[in-house]
Every structure is written in structure tokens, then in C-alpha cells.
């Protein structure tokens, strides 16, 4: 499986936006798909994720009620509506794929995206 996340940007403070991550190859309906974030000299961190068939969601709890993933297995693609955005939300955006259902452990993902820049201006 091959993933390419984009959509990201610059956007002010309580902006929003949609992230994609589309993937390539085989089973994608079969994978966990999470969303990690990184800021430069900080180790990644989980986001949200969405189980394969997309019956289960998991956020982390600094974007609960803020952010919302999604998947579209038919056009093997995945998504992450970010709403009400704030400056400590900038970071790079990774979407991944796990065998895990809805893992948010990072060291149980096995592909990556190359990552998309989000960032929030105050």
C-alpha cells in the first residue's frame, strides 16, 4: 500500500480544512488508517483513526470534537476534516495504514505517507 496525504495550508486561527490521503494498491479497506502529527524536534503524535470497514473512530483528546476522520474505501481514500484550528495544531500531517483496526500506537503502522504542512496562523 502506497498513501499520499495532501490538502494541507496555511490557514488562519479557527479556519478549517480537508486532509486526504489516498492510497494506492491492494486491500485498502483492510487497514486501519490514522492520522499522526509532527512539529519539528518533536516525536510524532497520534490524531485520529479509522478502522477499515470505518465502523470505529479514535481521537486523541486535543482534537475531540474538532476534528473528524473518514474514509472512502471505493476510492481508496481516507480523510480529516480539521475544524476551529488553532496555532498548536501546526505540524506536519501523516496518514498511515496499520493491520491494527484502530490502532494509535505509531510503531504499529507499516505504511506512510510522505506528509502534508498544516499550518495556523494567530
Known amino acids: 500500500v502506497q498513501l499520499q496525504a495532501y490538502g494541507g495550508g496555511l490557514v488562519q486561527a479557527g479556519g478549517s480544512l480537508r486532509l486526504s490521503c489516498a492510497a494506492s494498491?491492494?486491500?485498502?479497506?483492510?487497514?486501519?488508517l490514522g492520522w499522526f502529527r509532527q512539529v519539528s524536534g518533536k516525536e510524532r503524535e497520534f490524531v485520529a483513526v479509522i478502522s477499515g470497514p470505518g465502523g470505529t473512530t479514535h481521537y486523541a483528546d486535543s482534537v475531540e470534537d474538532r476534528f473528524t476522520v473518514s474514509r472512502d474505501n471505493a476510492k481508496n481514500t481516507a480523510y480529516l476534516q480539521v475544524n476551529s484550528l488553532n496555532p498548536e495544531d501546526t505540524a506536519v500531517y501523516y496518514c498511515g495504514a496499520s493491520p491494527w483496526q484502530a490502532s494509535t500506537v505509531e510503531s504499529q503502522y507499516i505504511y506512510w505517507g510522505q506528509g502534508t504542512q498544516v499550518t495556523v496562523s494567530s
Open positions: 494498491g491492494r486491500a485498502f479497506s483492510r487497514y486501519g
